[in-house]
């Protein structure tokens, strides 16, 4: 069940369009205590100053979460009313007290013809694989236009992604769609079908990467993850011809057994799909998993993660490690973005 605690506002961390981060001071909570840091979905609730009296949601900070490990500004008390009119009338976070008009694209294109004419579809099953196949994609194919679909797997706002904003500011990504009831990307779609739809026929992408924001929700069960969203993203992919390629993840450096080489989300996701999604032969033994296509890549066709991040001095972690600590990870999420490069022909 969720906590709630009103609070003041002591001071402003950062602020984008749509976000910001606040330190807080709890009322009948001793000045000082760490982790009294919150930030506000400004879409949602309307900015806040210094001095505002608010209510938080604690749920995430005392259940000691990690990515979701935040207080959030549930409303500031300081206001009277908020009205932020939306573009139609699809909401999204339905049936909460958060419920919002995000509208939707599909109304706006209803002609889409669904045909992605063999576009890469890169399917991931943690956030952080995102940057690191994007990072790859410039690399290897730096006149390619791509697309980031984010699904309602774990955060909902994409404005809540670090990660993702670094990437649009480095122009590693050209457009964002939010999908399901995730919110806030260039393009807003009901679902992961409209969604690569528009990201090819609309905002032309000529790669599609496809993955939940950050939090990925998982409990160490073999089905209880929502990585396992993977698995209808690939066939709904397959459907609308588009090319299939599933994101490994794996690990060397992850202490937890079931994710070390690769990862037992991944053999599950390829389990669950009707299809047959790429993988990269190198630098695991993805023929190791039931159901897959396996790309031979020569070695000048596979990148080096590690240097290629070193050379754009981009930081990018999963649960702390970077490309030193968890090789693994990293090679084999940029080998799916060496995939994606080498079938882009392929029909």
């Known amino acids: 069940m969720p906590t709630f605690a009103t609070a003041e506002i002591t001071g402003v961390l950062a602020e984008r369009r749509g976000l910001q981060r606040v330190t807080v001071s709890i009322e009948g909570k001793a000045d000082g205590v760490p982790g009294d840091s919150a930030y506000v979905l400004t879409d949602i609730t309307g900015e806040v ?27 500031n008390l300081s206001r009277t009313e908020f009205r932020r009119p939306g573009p139609g009338h699809i909401m999204k976070l339905r049936y909460t007290s ?9 109304l706006q294109h209803p002609d889409l013809s669904g045909d992605l004419a ?27 236009r791509v697309g980031y679909v984010m699904t309602d797997g774990a955060a909902l706002p994409i404005v809540i992604s670090d990660l993702v904003d ?29 969604a690569l739809a528009l990201a090819h026929e609309v905002a032309g992408c000529d790669v599609i990467i496809v993955g939940m924001g950050p939090g990925v929700v998982g409990t160490g ?9 993977a698995a209808a993203t690939l066939d709904i992919a397959a459907t609308l011809g588009g090319t299939p ?5 794996a690990s060397d450096g992850d202490e937890r057994a079931r994710h070390q080489g690769i990862s037992h989300h991944s053999a599950t996701v390829a389990r669950f799909a009707n299809c047959h999604p790429w993988v990269a ?10 159901g897959v296509r396996v790309a031979e890549l020569e070695a000048p066709d596979r990148t080096d993660v590690a240097m290629l991040l070193d050379e754009m001095a981009f930081r990018i972690t999963t649960m702390g490690r970077g490309p030193r600590q968890d090789p693994l990870f990293f090679d084999a999420a940029g080998a799916a973005a060496d995939v994606a490069v080498a079938l882009r022909h392929v029909p």
């Open 98 to 106: 958060s419920q919002l008009d995000a509208g939707t694209s599909e």
């Open 221 to 229: 069960t073999a089905f209880g993850t929502t990585a396992l969203e």
């Open 49 to 75: 100053s210094i001095g505002d009296r608010v209510i938080l949601n604690t749920t995430a900070v005392e259940l000691g979460l990690g990515t979701g490990g935040w207080h959030v500004v549930h409303w």
């Open 166 to 194: 670094e990437l649009r500011s480095r122009s590693l990504i050209d457009v964002t769609v939010t999908a399901g009831h995730a919110f806030g990307g260039d393009l807003e779609a009901v679902t992961v079908a409209s």
């Open 281 to 290: 032969a190198v630098p695991l033994e993805a023929a190791g998993i039931e």
């Open 245 to 249: 390629i599933l994101c490994v993840r």
């Open 118 to 144: 063999g576009t890469p579809v890169i399917a991931t099953l943690v956030h952080s694989q995102v940057g690191v196949v994007a990072a790859v994609l410039r690399h290897r194919w730096p006149e390619a």
